[in-house]
């Protein structure tokens, strides 16, 4: 028989073991959300992003886990289990810290009205931020659901539509343009051979041999239509040769996501909310200007005069909608992100686009300006591993970064003008810096004073008094590139309106019989003046052609 004793002691020793075994299966001090779950920075220090995950990250005190609820307290047990090793640091939350730490103390420099910043690895949130106001007069805050441009980020979303119809056998990427648009009553180019071979292709990877940004002035100032603005294509001189080089048009590669729309027989805007935006839960990003503006949480597109006013501004991009008409919170491109990132062409277990085609869209080519490490895709630009796209106008400056090996991506959303520009650029670059171990690395101060120094009204070498009355420079006039512009007068300053933009802009004496349009940075020079006004006005413009002949209509 065996001694009591010993039965109590083997009684006793068993009991021990299924309670520490229990404590470690059901231990309430380990979380089923890890901290490598998401940390969530501040929505303007005071809100949360509704879809946080169970920790967040306060930019306001040094790094730490907080659980939002079902805290453990040790002292609530009765058991204390011995403390194990220190857990090492993570590497991620130091670099999340050193990041958000460079935001919020360079952001009051950059002048900018508002911003958002999201960092996503895998699908989990580490990381996001809203800074500043939608409106410079209201004053209320951005948040993670305001509304941004996002400018030419919208090409690579314009691809992928494109490839869910390549997908479907509706579509090739060999297609001529001509099989969509007829020639030449709706299309035609510098040569025949460029209209007729150019491709669905030659058009995403610009290489058309128009020059950078060449025509853009047509919806963007003179708020052409779209098919208005491709039939005035005909008159642009090429600047390459056909298929040679690569050159960024905005004009060109919307081509293809409005053959898509015809293919579909619908709208560009609706058939990409119906095929990917809605099932990427995109549901409340936009794809016209006035539905962005009429929404209730958007942000107003502002821009900064060289004199230092920041403008309230309405540059509407929807006739190159494929090219740069979206607008989307920080939230939504939570999920492009995630999308991207995975690279399954799936999204919450529906098939939105077949992986092959989705890599096809984010594979290199045609060499861009370096032809050893920077190539373009589909809607992305392609380097060392990293695919990126930036998205800039006058009023809206974005990004996005997304580092393939890390599967780390990163958004940042802005308006405001030039310093804008500048600071998305820097931070995009910290955070790259930061990745690669350099925790030194301060781009903004460069950037600025770059900025400072140039981002200045230019002035004439010898300034010369207006020889003529305002009554001189008024009237109708034409060109047969661009169209009309029509210059009037109101209390005793000059205003031209463009074309079917309408809105009015300032024009400044600049010297002699030479006026400045300081909002988009175009100078008038008025010439061939008799019977008392100037019958030929010479515009020199933001994009090619640069320089466009305009002359009086009502003689």
């Known amino acids: 028989m065996v001694d009591n004793k010993v039965l109590s002691g083997i009684v006793l020793g068993f009991l021990i073991v299924v309670v520490a075994g229990a404590f470690l299966v059901f231990n309430p001090l380990k979380s089923d959300n890890s901290p490598a779950n998401g940390m969530v920075g501040s929505v303007n220090q005071t809100e949360n992003n509704t879809n946080s995950p169970n920790y967040i990250f306060s930019p306001t005190t040094s790094l730490s886990l907080i659980p939002f609820s079902g805290a453990y307290s040790p002292s609530s047990s009765s058991v204390n289990p011995s403390p194990g090793p220190e857990p090492s640091p993570d590497p991620m939350e130091h670099i999340i810290s050193l990041f958000d730490q460079y935001i919020n103390a360079n952001y009051n420099q950059s002048l900018i009205p508002g911003m958002a910043v999201v960092i996503v690895q895998n699908d989990k949130i580490l990381y996001m931020n809203c800074l500043g106001v939608k409106d410079l007069e209201s004053k209320e805050p951005v948040d993670e659901n305001t509304l941004f441009g996002i400018c030419s980020i919208t090409k690579q979303f314009a691809a992928t539509n494109i490839a869910q119809l390549v997908d479907k056998g509706l579509m090739n990427w060999k297609d001529p343009i001509t099989d969509y648009y007829s020639y030449p009553d709706e299309f035609q180019l510098y040569s025949d051979e460029a209209t007729e071979q150019i491709t669905i292709h030659d058009c995403l990877i610009h290489r058309s041999g128009l020059g950078p940004e060449s025509g853009n002035d047509f919806p963007t100032y003179f708020n052409d239509s779209y098919d208005v603005a491709l039939y005035k294509l005909r008159y642009l001189e090429n600047t390459t040769q056909f298929r040679s080089t690569y050159m960024y048009n905005s004009m060109v590669y919307a081509l293809p996501g409005y053959c898509a729309a015809r293919v579909a027989n619908t709208e560009w805007k609706d058939l990409i909310k119906e095929d990917l935006l809605d099932p990427l839960g995109m ?273």
């Open 283 to 555: 549901t409340t990003a936009t794809t016209s200007y006035y539905d962005f503006i009429s929404s209730s949480n958007h942000v107003t597109p502002y821009k900064l005069l060289k004199n230092g006013t920041m403008k309230a501004y309405d540059i509407i991009p929807d006739p190159i909608g494929p090219s740069g008409s979206m607008a989307v919170s920080i939230n939504e491109m939570v999920n492009w992100l995630k999308f991207q990132i995975a690279d399954t062409g799936e999204y919450n277990g529906v098939q939105i686009v077949s992986k092959e085609e989705l890599d096809g869209t984010r594979t290199g080519k045609i060499y861009t300006s370096n032809k050893n490490t920077s190539m373009y895709g589909y809607g992305w630009a392609i380097s060392n591993g990293t695919i990126f796209h930036d998205g800039d106008s006058d009023a809206f400056f974005s990004q996005v970064t997304i580092y393939n090996s890390k599967d780390i991506g990163i958004v940042i959303l802005s308006n405001g003008g030039k310093y804008a520009e500048g600071f998305k650029v820097s931070l995009n670059a910290k955070f790259r810096e930061l990745l690669n171990g350099n925790e030194n690395y301060d781009p903004w101060i460069s950037k600025k004073s770059s900025i400072d120094a140039t981002w200045k009204s230019d002035l004439p070498d010898t300034y010369v008094p207006n020889p003529q009355p305002l009554s001189a420079y008024t009237g109708e006039y034409s060109s047969n590139i661009f169209g009309l512009i029509n210059i009037t007068t109101d209390s005793n300053t000059l205003i031209c309106h463009y074309g079917n933009n309408g809105q009015a802009f300032d024009l400044k004496h600049w010297s002699n019989t030479t006026f400045e349009d300081p909002t988009n940075n175009h100078y008038f020079n008025f010439t061939d003046f008799h019977d008392g006004s100037a019958h030929q006005v010479n515009v020199t413009f933001t994009f090619p052609p640069e320089n466009g002949t305009f002359n009086r209509t009502d003689t």
